[in-house]
T-cell receptor, first 111, second 110 residues
Framework: SQTIHQWPATLVQPVGSPLSLECTVE??????LYWYRQAAGRGLQLLFY??????ISSEVPQNLSASRPQDRQFILSSKKLLLSDSGFYLC??????????FGPGTRLLVL | SQQGEEDPQALSIQEGENATMNCSYK?????LQWYRQNSGRGLVHLIL?????REKHSGRLRVTLDTSKKSSSLLITASRAADTASYFC??????????FGTGTRLTIIP
């Protein structure tokens, strides 16, 4: 069966520090991969998605970047965090069907 | 924005009652999906309804879709305390992405 992992679960970082969040999927090949951000009590904002290795589509211009170095690995990065980068970051994958499957999320607090 | 709007934003009902939440969207879709999110967790897929379907059932869930009004509703029957969560609709325009609504926060009072 397929599983999706995200780490870390919680992260507190100072303004101006770098960021790296990792997402990996097991049990499937060539999935679509997605990064979302959710502000407190709000809906999901799609940040990046990828349909294959090295293929990244950016949805919102911002302080973040994404990379897909391996088929089932998706990384969200920043060189210098801003206060506004705080939020709940969710990774998701999609296979042959239309359903997306979400990871447990990373709560990021930038101070 | 293509983002769906959900209504109500928050809903509190007694255990055993039915809960209905609505979703509206702006452009033609391939399908519409409903997801649940427990506090501090990832989203879990509940049900998918295609644009050529009008109603779908899964256990205590009933989803309707009215493409002429560009709206959908999710009905949870005989609610339980464990149904307390946020519920999101998501629209699929056939472009590899989903666009999520703003969510309805459902509280079931025991």
């Amino acid at each position: 069966s397929q599983t999706i992992h995200q780490w870390p679960a919680t992260l507190v970082q100072p303004v101006g520090s770098p960021l790296s969040l990792e997402c990996t999927v097991e049990g499937t090949s060539n999935p679509n991969l997605y990064w979302y951000r959710q502000a407190a009590g709000r809906g999901l904002q799609l940040l990046f998605y990828s349909v294959g290795i090295g293929q990244i589509s950016s949805e919102v211009p911002q302080n973040l970047s994404a990379s897909r170095p391996q088929d089932r690995q998706f990384i969200l990065s920043s060189k210098k965090l801003l206060l506004s980068d705080s939020g709940f970051y969710l990774c998701a994958w999609r296979g042959q069907g239309e359903t997306q499957y979400f990871g447990p999320g990373t709560r990021l607090l930038v101070l | 924005s293509q983002q769906g709007e959900e209504d109500p934003q928050a809903l509190s009902i007694q255990e055993g009652e039915n809960a209905t939440m609505n979703c509206s969207y702006k452009t033609s879709i391939n399908n519409l999906q409903w997801y649940r999110q427990n506090s501090g967790r990832g989203l879990v897929h509940l049900i998918l309804i295609r644009s050529n379907e009008r109603e779908k059932h899964s256990g205590r869930l009933r989803v309707t879709l009215d493409t002429s009004k560009k709206s959908s509703s999710l009905l949870i029957t005989a609610s339980r305390a464990a149904d307390t969560a946020s519920y999101f609709c998501a629209t699929d325009f056939g472009n590899e992405k989903l666009t999520f609504g703003t969510g309805t926060r459902l509280t079931i009072i025991p």
